[in-house]
């Protein structure tokens, strides 16, 4: 075993602090990792206040991950000591169901383990996140990662990024087509970026017109303030897709309403409580509300090759790990552009 300095939440009422533990040693088919970035999700911060329940502290949050293998074992074949890697949002699943075969292991269907405050596959150990020094995973979930972009940059792509580019992947979002996106913040600058880059038209739907700006330099077409009546009738039944990133209470049916006949809405926000949809804003206009989760990793490996090929990165706001409470507060705030990312040397 390894001893690893962290950052944990020791209680859901409780700021997160400095905390040691220990990691497994690699195994034969494991990738030891020093971890260089780390992004902040806010997932974290649901996660270390025990919103969603069933957390398990202390608690080290953390799958936005990118860093530098250290050691590799004996069976390893993709990886090697110095290589620049990426860790996701979940670190193992059963292999073997029809999901994980098709390459879908996000949706195993014995449950995949996620990278922090979940089981293991040995149903026992609780794993824990990247907000620490070292991780240990196995080789099939860990990413190549270029060296051609900044590295703090990339680490968001891990979650913001293939949460993003999946659906858009899956539901067929290319050069011609008219997309919406809801809220810019973490998911949704990124969602700008990747339609854009797709050769979509992108509107940006928003309710501060102090967006409007920051959404053009992204690759946004078009702004919508959707707090004005008058502008969301003129985009009334315009949208072949609408990507809702939005993780507060709102109205899909508002929304549901600007698009086009077989026009499909993709849900990859998560509000706390379940919203009300009405059914004849979908039956009337043979419209889809869909959702989708994070990527495999065949495509979480295709989004970070086609990122790099295309100069795409998150737009980050670097911190030291000391500062991982203010970020949380100012996360909540939406006081960043557009995601923070921790700088693991400042664990000391």
């Known amino acids: 075993m390894t001893l690893v300095k962290a950052y944990a939440a020791p209680a859901a009422d409780q700021p997160l602090a400095p905390y040691t533990f220990e990691r497994r040693e690699p195994g034969a088919d494991d990738v030891e990792i020093k971890i260089l970035y780390c992004g902040v999700c806010h997932s974290d911060i649901h996660t270390a206040r025990n919103e969603w329940g069933g957390t398990v502290y202390p608690a080290v949050p953390g799958h936005e991950i990118v860093g530098t293998v250290t050691r590799v074992g004996n069976d390893v074949s993709r990886f090697k000591v110095g290589q620049t890697v990426g860790v ?149 039944r315009t949208f072949d897709f609408i990507i809702d990133t939005v993780s507060a209470e709102h109205d899909y049916n508002e929304y549901l309403n600007l698009l086009t006949t077989d026009g499909v809405m993709i849900l990859v926000g998560a509000p706390p409580k379940p919203l009300p949809v009405s059914a004849f804003a979908l039956i009337m206009e043979r419209r889809s509300l869909v959702a989708s989760l994070v990527g495999g990793l065949k495509e979480t490996q295709e989004m970070l090759d086609y990122c790099a090929e295309h100069n795409i990165t998150s737009d980050v706001e670097v911190i030291s790990i000391d500062q991982i409470n203010e970020a949380y507060e100012r996360t909540l705030a939406a006081d960043v552009k557009y995601r923070f990312v921790i700088d693991m040397s400042t664990l000391k």
């Open 88 to 236: 996701g949002c979940f670190v193992d699943s059963c292999m073997h169901c029809a999901n994980c075969e098709k390459d879908l292991e996000q949706y195993c269907e014995n449950g995949n383990t996620q990278t922090y405050n979940a089981l293991s596959q040995d149903k026992k150990t609780i794993t824990k996140g990247g907000y620490s020094s070292h991780i240990v995973v196995k080789e099939h979930f860990v990413l190549s990662v270029s060296d051609k972009l900044p590295l703090a940059n990339v680490a968001p792509l891990l979650c913001a990024g293939i949460t993003t580019y999946s659906p858009m992947r899956h539901w067929g979002v290319k050069a011609g087509h008219k997309v919406g996106v809801v809220g810019l913040g973490g998911l949704g600058h990124m969602a700008v970026k990747i339609a854009a880059s797709f050769g979509a038209e992108v509107t940006m739907l928003s309710r501060s017109e102090s967006k409007r700006n920051d959404a053009a330099e992204l690759g946004a077409k078009n702004f919508v303030l959707t707090t004005d009546k008058e502008q969301m009738k003129s985009v009334a």
